[in-house]
């Protein structure tokens, strides 16, 4: 699945839900049939067992925000989660709308729960980038890794995706940048480009928390294969990540304009050229300004140009006819044409 011999020129992008879900199992459900019909290949979800992830005073902490669903940490993120129970549902879905179950295991019991459910990818959350025992944990199941960079130096990025390496052939490192939301100004997209050099064994791309979709098609150009983008049904909707996230109509843009990049980049044939529908109708031909006597030398100042339902020798290509030699008297207002002319 990753490798730039496996991608090639094809993009792979996945719609991240994370718990834009609201902790409901229809409302899940609906962002695998919208994302799906908007064009991702990959739906992913987070998987967290909180008990075990938080310690007991972190669970317990108050949590006064206005994006908070309890008033401790622990039960605000416990309103948020899918219980284990639907993760089996949402794969089927996912079959079903023909595009990839993913999630994040943010713990060993999470992704144990995900190795028993089957799901097709995983993914290496920016905060356990260097998080050395999960991430070999994770590599030895076997299935395709994506992981994301947020926040993280060059030796931390190596001992990560080189441990995933030795146990695993198909893995997606993602530039990303650790801000919700990041400004277009923060996005260093040129680190794409760095990765490339660094990792050329992986593919390469982009999860990023701009709230636009042009970083989409600009990393594609920099090289990136593997795209991540944040969804929503709703950005009005309360929580952190709704706001910079993209609704079905950004998504299906996301997509479309990522995919075009290929086919906007080859160069037109040189042959069509000047063959254009527009020239058809509405191109000069080169006409005499003035009288042309046979056997001058036409110069720029006998030339001109206007339109005529039939073309002739366009202006364009003035530059064939300077210099060249009238067979025959050519009155002014006439079109000109290749056979009244010799080279000089």
């Known amino acids: 699945m990753f490798g730039k011999e496996k991608l090639g020129d094809k993009a792979f992008i996945i719609a991240e839900v994370g718990q834009n879900h609201q902790g409901d199992l229809e409302v899940a459900r609906e962002y695998i049939r919208v994302f799906a019909s908007a064009g991702a290949d990959a739906i992913k979800f987070q998987t967290r067992n909180n008990r075990y992830l938080f310690s007991q005073d972190a669970y317990e902490a108050s949590y006064d925000s206005e994006n908070a669903f309890a008033d401790t940490y622990g039960e605000h993120r416990e309103k948020l989660e899918l219980k284990p129970e639907w993760l089996s549902i949402l794969k089927q879905d996912c079959a079903e709308h023909g595009v990839k179950f993913m999630s994040t295991p943010f713990d060993e019991p999470s992704l144990e729960l995900l190795e028993d459910i089957g799901v097709d990818l995983m993914k290496v959350a920016s905060f356990d980038l260097g998080n050395l025992p999960f991430i070999k944990r994770i590599a030895q199941k076997g299935k395709p890794v994506v992981i994301s960079i947020g926040g993280g130096k060059i030796d931390q990025i190596r001992a990560s995706v080189n441990l995933l ?113 527009v020239f058809k109708k509405l191109g000069k ?35 064939r006819v300077i210099g060249c030699v009238a067979k025959r008297d050519i009155a002014k207002g006439e079109a000109l044409q290749y056979s009244d002319i010799d080279a000089a």
């Open 165 to 277: 390496l030795e146990h695993n052939s198909q893995v997606a490192v993602l530039h990303c940048v650790s801000e919700y939301p990041c400004e277009y100004d923060r996005l260093g997209l040129e680190n794409i480009e760095l990765l490339i050099k660094e990792f050329p064994q992986c593919a390469i791309g982009l999860s990023d928390h701009f709230n636009g979709t042009l970083s989409g098609p600009i990393a594609y150009m920099k090289g990136s294969r593997v795209f991540e983008k944040h969804v929503t049904l709703n950005r009005a909707w309360r929580g952190t990540d709704h706001s910079f996230a993209l609704e079905h109509e950004g998504f299906r843009k996301f997509v479309r304009d990522i995919h075009r990049v290929p086919a906007m980049m080859p160069r037109k044939a040189e042959e069509s050229l000047g063959q254009e529908r």
């Open 285 to 319: 031909s080169l006409v005499a300004y003035r009288d042309i006597k046979a056997g001058e030398a036409i110069d720029l100042e006998a030339l001109s140009g206007r339109i005529f339902r039939t073309q002739y020798i366009p202006v364009r290509e003035a530059n």
